[in-house]
């Protein structure tokens, strides 16, 4: 392995005069060495920049390190991406740009590349545009988090079949339109699906239509009423956090859900406050639960409540954690 890096460094300092590689998997510098081509593609395989000032990333910028297979770029000042300045790149599978200054990611920047991991995590990204991502066969996860993206396009992975991994954490989205995964077909995995800690409160009943998720974060963000199929238009969810919302006392459908958390709603604050009111007489899953840590709550290790087989099948313990 070292061998390999040695060479890949050796293979940076002579042919990419624009960035001085210094930083490489602290392997120090050496004078360059006689190498076949076939040795370049064989070896130039991982290339980690940071701390140098690359504001913009043209084709150019790594046209000449078509045989790398993972590319990391951080902390680098990266503020745009022109379109298709990775296309050339065709045996990148790991590319990350996190910890830059990235505003926007325009149509087509990583179209029609055979990128599997992408991690843009730690920008300043607003806007990502509908085909941002467009064609992207292999592609099976991407890291956004830690930016301020408003707004989510359903058609972003329309053309990627494969992801399997999709983390939004930490933005600022309100809203789930239908389908957010678009329309697929066939199932190499059970996607997780990370939400956390953003502004939503609008979910679309069929965000998730026909699609196996294995997590579904929506926890911390503003949720107070969630359509009443949204979930069970799943074909199957594994584990689903809600906790940390603003639900009222009713959840919606919750056949296909095998487990999860609602802790720390707004229907457990009123409760705390003495405020629980039932209005129908078929209470719903959440109010069956209040009612039943009312009537035991001075028990010091109550019994589990009573849940309603749409509750799942396994269901979290959040619910006995309240006070
Ligand atoms: C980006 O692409 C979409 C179609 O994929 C198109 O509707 C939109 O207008 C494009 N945006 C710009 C700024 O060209």
Known sequence: MTGYYFLSLTLLATCCSFVLCDFYKNVPLTKSRPFSD?????????????????????????????????????????????????????????????????????????????????????????????????????????????NKIQMYHNSWFELAPNLCFLNLENNLMTALPTRILGSRQAWTCNVDVIFSHNSLEEIDEEAFLNYKLNKLYLDHNKIRVLPKNVFSNAVQISHLKLNNNRLDCTLPEMSTVEKYDVNDNSCLFDLQGEKLETSTPEASTTERVLRYYHQYQHQRDFLPPPFHPSMGRNRYNSFLRIG
């Open 38 to 146: 076939e040795q370049i593609k064989n070896q130039l395989d991982h290339v980690h920049l940071t701390y140098k000032n690359i504001p913009v990333i043209t084709p150019e910028t790594f046209h000449r390190l078509s045989p790398v297979k993972k590319l990391e770029v951080e902390f680098c000042n990266v503020k745009s991406i022109d379109e298709d300045s990775f296309r050339a790149l065709e045996n990148l599978q790991k590319l990350s740009l996190k910890h830059n200054l990235l505003t926007e990611i325009p149509n087509g920047t990583f179209s029609a590349t055979n990128i599997e991991e992408l991690d843009l995590s730690d920008n300043q990204i607003e806007k990502i545009e509908s085909g941002a991502f467009g064609y992207m066969p292999n592609l099976r996860s991407i890291k956004l988090k830690n």
